[in-house]
């Protein structure tokens, strides 16, 4: 299966027919919810799942395509299921197409490039009626559908492996939680408790010259979850903990930044006065584990924010420094295992998806007329 020599083999000289979607599926839209009663039955939006119901739209094996909003999402949904106004659902000829075959098919299809263009991402039925797809052998029915059922075997063969790895990298984070926040857990007797003021410098920083969104040796970290943008120089040397100062939605989080970078305005810096007395990556580890210990100090009215005077009076357990040192060690283990990707499950599963979108692409490019000619 390393070229299109696996494709002929598998037609074995049948044609492949391009037929528009809607001689195969028609094109059904979505209904409100909100009257409905609750129930079991999943509520599909354009960003998935949005709640259950007692009742369902449609039953059986279908395609889910969104018709505005976040317009790549693509689902496969066999069971019974009721879908709002904002993703469409195909009501699918299972004489001429398998339906995981079209789910697969349009995976293959970039949405984007079919949005309409009026603002918000949106696609049309009449857009979507007039997609092409591909149909083996569509004058034996029979070895129409055993053909596409090869294929969709063969890329639930990689997505079932993606899916088996994910639920696998859900179980690590979760023991990962679980021994993080045993570790950091301390009887009073076995730690000395520190004002975090006394022991950690706690600083704020500024605004650089410019902000840039191309890829620099420097990240701009300032308030939020994820870095900010990057920046021409640093401000702040690695081996620090960062925390937003104000903002929406980043207040108790906890960064660790590993090398130089620049800190913004609406972000705190923490570190170790005595890095003898002090690890940091303890210190964010304790954090992370602790988060609602920042969120107490959260300032509402406005812009949410921590102040400094109220950060620096949180006391914190502090441990030996060779008690501190395993901790770390023990908890930068499974860090990368959960996070990192370059080693660890994220790698695999980003490996993984990488294969079935190289054996997706594959198996379904099947040439067009004009291409033959």
């Not at 390393?2 to 209904?31: M, Q, R, T």
């Not at 960064?255 to 305005?265: A, K, S, V």
Request: glycine share 6%; aromatic share 10%.
């Amino acid at each position: 299966m390393s070229d299109l020599g696996f494709l002929e083999k598998l037609l074995d000289g049948a044609a492949v027919e391009w037929l528009p979607l809607e001689k195969v599926a028609k094109i059904k839209h979505g209904k409100d919810w909100k009257k409905l009663d609750e129930g079991d039955v999943p509520v599909y939006g354009s960003g998935g799942i949005m709640g259950y119901v007692d009742t369902f739209s449609h039953d059986r094996p279908t395609v889910l395509i969104p018709r505005k909003g976040s317009i790549t999402n693509i689902f496969y949904v066999e069971e019974p299921f009721w879908n709002v106004d904002t993703i469409y659902y195909t009501d699918i000829d299972t004489g001429q197409v398998v339906p995981k075959y079209l789910y697969h098919f349009i995976k293959t299809i970039d949405l984007m490039a079919l949005d309409t263009g009026s603002g918000r991402p949106s696609l049309t039925q009449a857009i979507l009626n007039r997609l092409e797809i591909p149909v083996p052998c569509p004058e034996d029915p029979e070895k129409s559908l055993a053909i596409q059922a090869e294929i969709v075997r063969i890329l639930d063969s990689f997505t079932e492996l993606t899916a088996e790895l994910t639920a696998e990298l859900k179980a690590r984070k979760q023991q990962y939680n679980h021994y993080r926040d045993q570790l950091l857990s301390f009887e009073d007797d076995d730690v000395e408790w520190k004002i975090l003021g006394d022991i950690t410098e706690i600083k704020t920083g500024q605004k650089p010259s410019e902000i840039l969104d191309r890829t620099t040796e420097f990240d701009y970290i300032n308030a939020g979850t994820t870095r900010s943008g990057y920046a021409a120089a640093s401000n702040c040397d690695g081996d620090t903990v960062t925390t937003p100062s104000r903002g929406q939605g980043g207040i108790g989080f906890v960064g660790y930044q590993r090398d130089p970078f620049w800190l913004g305005p609406l972000c705190y810096k923490l570190q170790a006065l005595d890095k003898s007395f002090l690890i940091n990556k303890y210190l964010y580890y304790f954090f992370q584990s602790k988060a609602a210990l920042l969120l107490s100090l959260k300032k509402e009215g406005g812009v949410p924010a921590v102040n400094k005077s109220d950060l620096s009076k949180l006391e914190i357990p502090v441990p030996s420094f060779e008690e501190q040192t395993r901790i770390v060690a023990i908890l930068d283990k499974f860090d990368t295992l959960t996070t990192s990707l370059s080693e660890g499950l994220p790698r695999e599963i980003k490996l993984r998806q990488q294969q079935y979108e190289y054996y997706r692409d594959l198996l379904l490019s099947f040439p067009k007329p004009e291409e033959v000619a």
